[in-house]
């Protein structure tokens, strides 16, 4: 990274405003595109694009493929420029409220328009064809694993795929292969979806890129027990032996929860992934780094040692941690990510050996204002008088309350005081949120990274995520026409100043 000094925005795709219900692809991600370019930023953060599903509350963290996008984010508009399908087709599109995702009924509306589009496209030869078989030429196993999981999900009901019959669930050929005709027009269209996301997708991509953005990815630590990737390499994970998992992910107590947070996921048996060489997460992160130019890996420190907890338990606070093979994975993983595109996700309780082996990697960390003012342990570490130029500064994540949220709602006197006095001054709730952009654009961290509700000076009603928090997250969507103008050149003003255009 040199001495490049750059700033970017944290907004994830499905808080774009758009008249569907849920942010998308579309004209609205090209409208924000263009803000940031005309703002001075450099990078456009995002959370995972991964497929989600109503039952688990459409969590991006909690995707049915590693390797999949999200259908619900294709654009209709796009649809239509690629002759899929009419304006008439979404003549009546239902209201849907302005400020927030409502993911049933948006969900609801897109999957009748990807399947009218499928209908059409399974009609058409030319150009589009060609471009879909080669898609699926490309991409290869992964498509052929997530749209057969998915037909399979279909068939059986959208139960759990360790509830599927015996031949279905271990995916014996001998069983599977005289089924292969009846859910191929089920494996077709679920690959098409993924054909007309990546499609749009990679359109957007350039596009950023002629704007001269970035666009930073996010890589979950775990994958969903309930995914194509567990069915489909359940030697990978520690199992019972009816599939289901014998331990789960999550963290003990820390700042987030007193109980820890319980996450539920799967762990990895290290050892299978060691005997392959780290070939799946090698896959992984190639394909991931050919769709995003950096990529955040969250959780990073549950790839250094991890919190096992027994399945079953009721919090997370009953495990262990159980060491990774670090060095291995990392020295595979690195053969594929070139220098400077793999920001680590350190945060909550890590020990000095962690933050270490964080360091010996050369990976950048996070450094997140609303941590640097409080009393406990590791408070210092987010002070930005301890910041260092490799690591990326936010004033908050997903995670948290909003800058002015956390002010208002959060914050205990003395947090006020500090921050007040390392401003040098007081100043009201309505400007706290201006301070904590500038205390992260002013700091020696190459990156500042700022979440979209910041920029706008919203409160705790526009958080993004509680950590162990149930239902109604991951629903805030940017209010059409904002941001405006005044506001767009003081952002670009505050990122001249300290050098980040």
Same mark, same amino acid.
């Given at each position: ?58 969590? *991006? ?6 390797? @999949? ?37 948006? @969900? ?28 699926? =030429? ?35 050929? #001998? ?9 191929? *027009? ?27 953005? #970035? ?6 630590? %775990? ?10 390499? *359940? ?103 070139? #220098? ?16 270490? @082996? ?35 500064? %936010? ?16 914050? =205990? ?84 100043? %300290?050098?980040?255009?």
């Amino acid at each position: 990274m040199g001495n490049t000094r750059r700033s970017g925005i944290l907004l994830h795709v499905t808080s774009l405003p758009t008249p569907y219900g849920i942010g998308d692809l579309g004209p609205g991600a090209y409208r924000f595109a263009d803000f940031l370019h005309r703002a001075g930023q450099q990078l456009w953060q995002m959370l995972p694009l991964s497929p989600t599903d109503l039952l688990t509350g459409c969590s *991006p963290y909690s995707g049915s493929s590693a390797f @999949a996008g999200n259908p619900w984010l294709v654009s209709p508009e796009k649809l239509v420029e690629d002759g899929l399908l009419t304006r008439q087709d979404f003549t009546r599109v239902p209201r849907f409220p302005a400020g927030r995702v409502d993911y049933r009924r948006a @969900a609801a509306f897109k999957e009748s328009l990807l399947s009218e589009a499928w209908r059409r496209f399974s009609a058409c030869s030319g150009g589009l064809r060609y471009d879909y078989e080669h898609f699926c =030429r490309a991409e290869g196993r992964w498509l052929d694993e997530y749209a057969t999981f998915r037909a399979l999900k279909t068939i059986f009901g959208r139960t759990p795929w360790n509830r599927w019959a015996e031949g279905f669930r271990t995916r014996r050929m #001998r069983v599977l292969a005289p089924h292969v005709r009846e859910i191929a *027009p089920l494996v077709e269209e679920e690959k098409f979806r993924q054909f007309v996301f990546f499609r749009q997708w990679a359109a957007l991509r350039a596009y950023c890129r002629g704007r001269g953005i #970035r666009v930073m990815g996010d890589l979950p630590c %775990y994958v969903r027990h309930d995914s194509a990737d567990v069915w489909g390499n *359940p030697a990978l994970f520690k199992l019972d032996p009816d599939g289901r998992p014998a331990f789960v992910a999550g963290v003990p107590p820390d700042y987030f929860s007193r109980t820890g947070q319980l996450w539920g996921n799967p762990v990895y048996d290290w050892d299978a992934h060691r005997r392959s060489r780290f070939a799946w997460w090698v896959g992984r992160v190639r394909h991931n780094l050919k769709l995003f130019d950096l990529l955040r890996i969250d959780h990073c420190r549950g790839l250094i040692s991890y919190w096992e907890v027994p399945a079953g338990s009721r919090t997370a606070a009953r495990g262990q941690w159980v060491p990774v093979p670090a060095q291995g994975l990392f020295r595979a993983v690195m053969r594929e990510a070139p #220098r400077g595109t793999l920001v680590a996700e350190d945060l909550g309780t890590i020990p000095p050996d962690v933050r270490e @082996a964080l360091d010996r990697l050369g990976l950048p960390g996070m450094r997140v204002l609303l941590f640097a003012f409080g009393s406990e342990s590791g408070s210092e570490h987010h002070a930005p008088h301890r910041h260092v130029e490799k690591d990326f500064v %936010y004033t908050g994540t997903h995670d948290n309350n909003t800058a002015r949220g956390w002010f208002e709602t959060e914050a =205990r006197k003395e947090e006020k005081e500090r921050f007040f006095a390392y401003l040098g001054r007081r100043v009201p709730a309505a400007r706290v949120h201006e301070e904590m952009i500038r205390l992260a654009m002013m700091s020696v961290a190459s990156t500042a990274i700022i979440p979209m509700q910041d920029v706008l000076g919203l409160g705790e009603e526009a958080r993004t995520n509680r950590p162990a928090g149930k239902g109604g997250w991951w629903r805030w969507r940017m209010p059409p026409g904002v941001p405006d103008r005044r506001l767009e050149r003081w952002l670009r003003e505050l990122t001249e100043t %300290y050098g980040r255009v």
